[in-house]
């Protein structure tokens, strides 16, 4: 699960995540110490970044509000029904 801000509005305490790219079309942070997953940002999206709600503190604070990537969601996963649903864009090719 994802939680996305702004990036002005995210200030790392101590060491910057590591970076790295993950597809033509985005990049991901790690936690250099322990390997966390931290971050996954798009090209496209400068403006802002998903943190993983994992990394939180408190993330039961943080409750879904769509599902993302619905097509490959396995049948067997319920993460919150009824709330709305948005496909990937997995054609990074213009037009």
């Known amino acids: 699960m994802l939680a996305w ?15 790295r790219r993950s597809s033509p079309l985005a990049r991901r942070s790690f936690c250099a110490t322990c390997g966390s997953p931290l971050t996954l940002s798009y090209d496209e999206g400068e403006a802002e970044l998903a943190i993983h709600v994992g990394a939180f503190d408190r993330p039961g604070l943080l409750p879904p509000s769509y599902h993302y ?3 490959g969601r396995l049948s067997w996963v319920d993460c919150g029904e009824g709330l709305p649903e948005k496909q990937t864009d997995l054609d990074p090719s213009p037009g």
């Open 5 to 19: 801000v702004g990036r002005e509005d995210l200030a790392w305490t101590g060491q910057a995540p590591q970076e």
């Open 69 to 71: 990537g619905v097509e």
